[in-house]
């Protein structure tokens, strides 16, 4: 699933292509919304909170859209080929000079401008908010705290104790920590894990690579994250990995039993 600098860079992206521009054709081939046409209407600028897109309208409309696993955005200029099957196409979105297509999105919703709170309105505060303040890691640190025998790599999932956290930076902050993710809350320090979050996404909120470890050669920007092959970068060691939470929230993960403490699966 991305994670939440991903989304901010395509939500910076489809901003840039789209603000200020009117709607030749506005499509969706959604079974809620195929009705639904927006062309004619203008496009007032894209926003982000955590992993969501939010994509508003003249006449006080919203599109709300998710990735997900696999969901994408793609900007073309007009009457360019695209690049994933025309089935994939789940929203299109065209000027005079630009087209945007939102292929395999989830989660499609049109809402008043002034209801994007009730989509949205749930999540802790957004890692990337460009008006972030003490305020903002004070409440996320709380949260964390709020439950301190859940293990922090389900909690740092939890995109209502702070938001944008995917399953990378769940493993990455875990080992940069040096804590296993089946470590409980209470034994690591909230405000240095919220910290943490907010540096990593805000030093790849602007590229599409992501790292972690500070070497963008290839092979080398991550700590343990992917790394069954290679070994840990730190140690050399070997990384093991092993599913952490329940059902749809199940995820792999990712940890060295060198560097990490803290209890894991058998």
């Known amino acids: 699933m991305p994670e939440g600098d991903t989304v901010f860079l395509a939500g910076k992206q489809l901003?840039?292509?789209?603000?200020?521009?009117?709607?030749?054709?506005?499509?969706?081939?959604?079974?809620?919304?195929?009705?639904?046409?927006?062309?004619?209407?203008?496009?007032?600028?894209?926003?982000?909170?955590?992993?969501?897109?939010?994509?508003?309208?003249?006449?006080?409309?919203?599109?709300h859209s998710h990735l997900k696993m696999d969901g994408t955005w793609r900007i073309y200029p007009r009457g360019a080929s695209w690049r994933f099957p025309a089935h994939h196409a789940r929203v299109i979105l065209m000027t005079e000079d630009i087209q945007a297509i939102g292929f395999r999105l989830h989660d499609l919703k049109l809402v008043p401008t002034k209801e994007e709170h009730t989509l949205v309105g749930h999540l802790g505060p957004d890692l990337l908010d460009p008006q972030w303040t003490d305020e903002h890691a004070?409440?996320?640190?709380?949260?964390?705290?709020?439950?301190?025998?859940?293990?922090?790599?389900?909690?740092?999932?939890?995109?209502?104790?702070?938001?944008?956290?995917?399953?990378?930076?769940?493993?990455?902050?875990?080992?940069?920590?040096?804590?296993?993710?089946?470590?409980?809350?209470?034994?690591?320090?909230?405000?240095k894990v919220v910290a943490l979050g907010r540096k990593l996404l805000l030093a790849n909120a602007w590229r599409h690579e992501q790292c972690t470890t500070g070497d963008m050669g290839r092979g080398r920007r991550n700590w343990v994250y992917e790394r069954t092959r290679q070994g840990c970068f730190r140690c050399g060691g070997k990384v093991v990995v092993a599913d952490q939470g329940h059902d749809v929230r199940k995820r792999p993960t990712w940890f060295c039993p060198r560097c990490q403490a803290g209890p894991a699966p058998a």
């Not at 709380?142 to 209502?160: K, S």
Request: glycine residues 10%.
């Open 138 to 191: 004070a409440r996320a640190a709380a949260a964390l705290r709020a439950n301190p025998t859940r293990e922090l790599g389900l909690a740092l999932l939890d995109q209502r104790v702070m938001a944008g956290v995917g399953n990378l930076y769940k493993v990455e902050m875990c080992f940069i920590l040096g804590v296993t993710p089946w470590t409980p809350v209470s034994e690591v320090d909230a405000d």
């Open 15 to 63: 901003d840039k292509a789209l603000a200020g521009k009117t709607l030749t054709r506005g499509e969706f081939r959604h079974p809620a919304l195929a009705t639904v046409d927006l062309a004619g209407r203008d496009v007032l600028g894209v926003g982000t909170v955590g992993k969501h897109l939010l994509t508003r309208f003249s006449g006080d409309l919203t599109l």
